[in-house]
């Protein structure tokens, strides 16, 4: 889990939610953090992240907010979870 949010967390600095919570983000954007992240990685220093146990499931299910995306984010964890 520790290695999700290391890698998420420098994006959220940068693209966090205003005022109101709501924050758009193109995938050009997403693409050009990648790419700039990137940068500094040694080639084949990459690797794949582990799936999530049952239980890290469940506490990122237990930390999604209530906001109207919640259908959505939980749908997607229970998609990914499936997927391994």
């Known amino acids: 889990m520790r290695s999700y949010v290391s890698q998420v967390s420098p994006f959220v600095a940068v693209y966090r939610p205003g ?36 239980d890290q499931v469940g506490q990122l299910r237990v930390g999604l907010t209530c906001e109207p995306d919640r259908l959505r984010n939980e749908a997607m964890v229970a998609l990914m979870s499936r997927l391994g």
Do not use: E, H, N
């Not at 109101?20 to 050009?28: C, E, L």
């Not at 693409?31 to 799936?51: E, L, M, N, S, Y």
């Open 19 to 54: 005022i109101g919570g709501v924050v758009s983000v193109t995938a050009r954007q997403v693409a050009d953090f990648v790419t700039v992240r990137a940068a500094g990685c040694r080639p084949g220093g990459a690797t794949v992240p582990k799936a999530l146990t049952t």
